[in-house]
């Protein structure tokens, strides 16, 4: 029999009194059961904000670890539910079960629903407890550690939100198994990422294995490996401050992606599905403008397609269009367009300086208008 207990792991996210832990692995479930006793035990309500695809494909997964099923709010799946609209229905929903200061959300699903759940709990009352519980790989390695919480406006992405950090996080990457394949794949695009921008070995880990599908164990050390990463890049700068480097480095690939899920309208690219393509153009950008070997452009755009993850434009994108939108950038600063490039691979820094008629050449080579 296979020993399981090697796959947990946990990671620490040092923020003073607002650390908290990542629990990764099977027993994360067990240990998320125990915390809702406890939470029981002492008298706090417990309200689940659920993804409405976890709730289908995961009917007893709350009855399991011991939650009512009328303390589970469900939110309809994607980009859209990220909105003012969603915002507002669910404080009105805590309002009216009449949920005290002390009430604790559990935020249930993929990046849309953590987001969203996470500024919920960062408003509601001016601010209550959550723990997230991210069911989609992307969520697990990203979003749902480093307490960036928020919704879009019909204006641009992530415009509205605040630092609100859980009190925990409970990763089970056995839910990685009901994921549907696209969304599964576009999680591995944030993987990859990290590589780039900080671990040539996690890199080179992950060009050396074959594809690796949802189910397989590998994946728990991946995540793990991933949430080491990010945890101590936020402890370093929590708000995004940072003069250089920073934060701001999680963000390789995505001024790109945030152009192309604008410009194309969300959910034409799931948001990783986006990120690959900018990663792409990443790589294409640092090595005309930072003397990258040219040969990593070949690995780069390779490891993505192991995972099915676009690096061109699927349809023609207007060029000015999608320039205009970096240009809204909530990196860029005094005006100026502020991108994230490489001076090696695993080595990211944000600069201010490539120019307009490079990006317009990149986004040609990417298949835009
Ligand atoms: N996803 C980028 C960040 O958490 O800062």
Known sequence: MKNLSSLN????VALAERSYRIEIGPEASQILAAMLQSLKAKGRRVTVIADAG??????????????????????????????????????????QRALGRDSVLLAAGGGVCG???????ASYLRGIDFYQIPTTLLAMVDSSVGGKTGINLPEGKNLVGAFWQPKGVFILPALLETLPAREFAAGVAEVIKYGMLCDIALFEKLEQL???AADDERWCEIIARCCELKATIVSADERETAGSGGRALLNLGHTFAHAIEQVSGYGTYLHGEAVAIGLSLA?????????????????????????HLPIQLSAPL????????????KKNLAGKLRLISMQSLGQAYVTDQISEPLIRILWQDAGAA
Do not use: W
């Not at 790589?283 to 995972?307: C, E, F, G, H, W």
């Not at 207007?318 to 950038?329: E, N, P, Q, R, V």
């Open 283 to 307: 790589t294409r950008m640092a090595i005309k403008n930072d003397n990258l070997d040219p040969a990593i452009q070949a690995r780069v755009d390779s490891l993505l397609q192991r995972y």
């Open 318 to 329: 207007d060029t000015d269009s999608l320039i205009s939108a970096m240009c809204k950038d």
């Open 210 to 212: 074959p594809h690796l």
């Open 9 to 12: 792991k946990h990671v620490d």
């Open 115 to 121: 987001d969203l759940a996470g500024f919920v709990a």
């Open 54 to 95: 976890l709730l289908s494909a995961q009917a007893d997964f709350f009855s399991q670890h011991g939650v009512d099923s009328g303390s589970v709010i469900s939110v309809p799946q994607g980009e859209a539910s990220k909105s003012i609209e969603q915002f507002a229905r669910l404080l009105s929903e805590l309002a």
